[in-house]
């Protein structure tokens, strides 16, 4: 079973920038894809960005522009770079792996959550005014 270890969440002011790290243990790392999910207090879950197996990338519209996820093969390591970040951001980031060989091409199909098989823990970014 993968384990997948979130870092790099912290306290920034809006307009700051923040980069989520994601670090997956075990082999054929490179044979998922990977996704980012944030939870805000008393809200659901929902899909921030996916990058499959083969690096194509997608972007739920609230972060598009803003946000670049990118993965280091060699690390095994998967990144959320989170630019110009507004206070809306603020939740709980989660990486989780994708198991499927073809997720689909739209956002609904490769975000959505019950396909994901392995999640961490998480790590909470907070935006001030």
């Known amino acids: 079973q993968v384990q997948l270890v979130e870092s790099g969440g912290g306290l920034v002011q809006a307009g700051a920038s923040l980069r989520l790290s994601c670090a997956a243990s075990?082999?054929?790392?490179?044979?998922?894809?990977m996704g980012w999910f944030r939870q805000a207090p008393g809200l659901e879950r929902e899909f921030v960005a996916a990058?499959?197996?083969?690096?194509?990338?997608y972007y739920a519209d609230s972060v598009k522009g803003r946000f670049t996820i990118s993965r280091d093969k060699a690390k095994n390591t998967v990144y959320l770079q989170m630019d110009n970040l507004k206070r809306e951001d603020t939740a709980n980031y989660y990486c989780?792996?994708?198991?499927?060989?073809?997720?689909?091409?739209?956002?609904?199909?490769?975000?959505?959550?019950?396909?994901?098989?392995?999640w961490g823990r998480g790590t909470q970014v907070t935006v001030s005014a």
């Open positions: 075990g082999r054929s790392f490179n044979n998922y894809g």
């Open positions: 990058i499959t197996s083969g690096d194509r990338t």
């Open positions: 989780a792996r994708d198991p499927r060989s073809w997720p689909g091409s739209t956002l609904g199909s490769v975000g959505k959550q019950d396909e994901y098989d392995s």
